[in-house]
Each structure stands twice: as C-alpha cells, then as structure tokens.
C-alpha cells in the first residue's frame, strides 16, 4: 500500500512532491494573486455556463474533500468562452475550506484568505477522455469561487443538506436535479492563468477562472461542511477540515484580469 497523501504534517502539502514530483513543477497551483500587478486584458471573452441539473449524479466523501459528480458522457453541461477555445464538460465540483472561519481558501487575493472555495472542473471533449485531457496544457478548465461568510445562501443549503448521507469517508449518495450555476455569484469577472490541480498529482493541465467577487454562506453553514469526517464509519473519528494547499510560486506565469 503506497504511503496516501493527506494535509497532515506526514503526508501533506509540503512532502507530496516525495511521490509525485510534478508538485515542484513551474505551474503549480493554488497562487496568491497580487491585484496591483495584473493587467486588465480586453481579449478575453465572457464566460457561460449552461448546465443540465439532470447531469447531476451522487455527492460522495472520499476522506479528502466532498465531490459532487455529473455525467460527462456527452455535452450536457458545458462551460463556455472566458479564455476558453472551446467548449468544455462538468465532470465534478468539491471544495477546500479551513477548521475557522477565518482560513480554507487556497487562492488568496492580496492576503486576503476565505472560508472556503469552491472549485468546478470541466474537460475539454476533443481529447475524448478525461484521462487523455488531463495530459494536456489546455485539457482541463476549472472555475475557481471563494466563499466568504455573512448572510446564509439557499442554494448552497440544497448541497450541504445532502452531507448527512455521507459523513464518513468511502460513503456515496444519490445527489440529483442540481444545477451548480445557482451557486455563481451575481459579477461574473474573472482572473485567469494556467496552474494545476490541487492535490496530487497536481498535473498542470488547467485554465484557471478565478472569479473576483466571493459568494456569502453563514457561519452555520460553513460548520456543517466541517461536521464531515476523513475517517470511515469503523475507525475513530476523524474531522474533514483543513484540506486546502498553501500558495505555490507563481514562477513568472502571467494572471490576466476580463475587468479593469
């Protein structure tokens, strides 16, 4: 059994390049974004979203996150434009948050940390399988949404409803009829750069949309996403929280802004 990679000082963020050596590549990801020295450019497009709630299928624990999964078998729900050359396809969406409040981000905008975020991963069908995309430079889109705390959101209320299927680790549940775009937030400006996935491998295949303006959860809210456990039904509990990865060195990668 290969040693499994986690966020505690053994097996976290700073010893995954032991195993997977790409994690000190020159495109890693997350960044921390210093707003003064990113330039406005008027090339990039906006950016859609057209997603099919019946493409939802099951939220599932896997000890390192929560994942909900859609069907990705054709052009059901598709992401669109932004920096993109074509259209892409919703395989998942899961998210990184902190044990407080005042942490779980893992992009960080001028210091500024989140509660959490939230990241959607689309892959782009010309290279016909996910597998294959994520082999590419361009293979893999993902829209980036911090969350912030203040005022309750309903929709995010339809997702962490469906935790209490799936506290331990290994569970999975029917999740369906959800449409993530209700969790957008309203300005649909966006930061983009070319970076990698978050936990290992980290293979550097993604378009980055980061989107600047954050949505609102609740306290409460952010608390039942840490009432999750990493650890499976029959092992001693073990809380879900802390599963974000710190900046990585931006290495002379350009980040563009769609805004002024």
């Known amino acids: 059994m290969a040693k499994e990679w986690g966020y505690a000082s053994h097996n976290g963020p700073d010893r995954w390049h032991e195993l997977y050596p790409i994690a000190k590549g020159d495109n890693q990801s997350p960044i921390e974004l210093h707003t003064k020295d990113i330039r406005h450019d008027p090339s990039l497009l906006p950016w859609s979203a057209s997603y099919d709630p019946a493409s939802c299928k099951t939220i599932l624990n896997n000890g390192k996150t929560c994942r909900v999964v859609f069907d990705d078998t054709y052009d059901r729900s ?92 290994g569970k999975e549940a029917p999740f369906t009829h959800f449409d993530p775009s209700s969790l957008f937030p309203t300005c649909r400006d966006y930061w983009t750069y070319h970076g990698s ?39 001693p509990p073990v809380p879900l929280v802390g599963n974000w990865r710190p900046p990585q060195p931006i290495k002379g990668r350009v980040v563009r802004a769609s805004f002024k």
Request: include cysteine; hydrophobic fraction near 40%.
């Open 78 to 169: 598709m992401l669109r434009g932004g920096p993109l050359t074509g259209p892409y396809r919703l395989r998942q969406f899961h998210l990184h948050w902190g044990a407080a409040d005042d942490h779980g981000s893992e992009h960080t905008v001028d210091g500024v940390k989140y509660a959490a975020e939230l990241h959607l991963v689309h892959w782009n069908p010309k290279y016909n399988t996910f597998g294959e995309a994520l082999k590419q430079p361009d293979g893999i889109a993902v829209v980036g949404i911090f969350l912030k705390i203040g005022r309750e959101k309903g929709e995010f209320q339809l997702f962490l409803d469906a935790l209490d299927k799936i506290k331990t680790k």
């Open 197 to 235: 996935f978050t936990t290992p491998p980290c293979e550097e295949c993604i378009v980055w949309l980061l989107l600047k303006e954050p949505i609102t959860v609740s306290s409460n809210q952010m608390a039942k996403l840490r009432s999750l456990f990493s650890s499976a039904e029959n092992e």
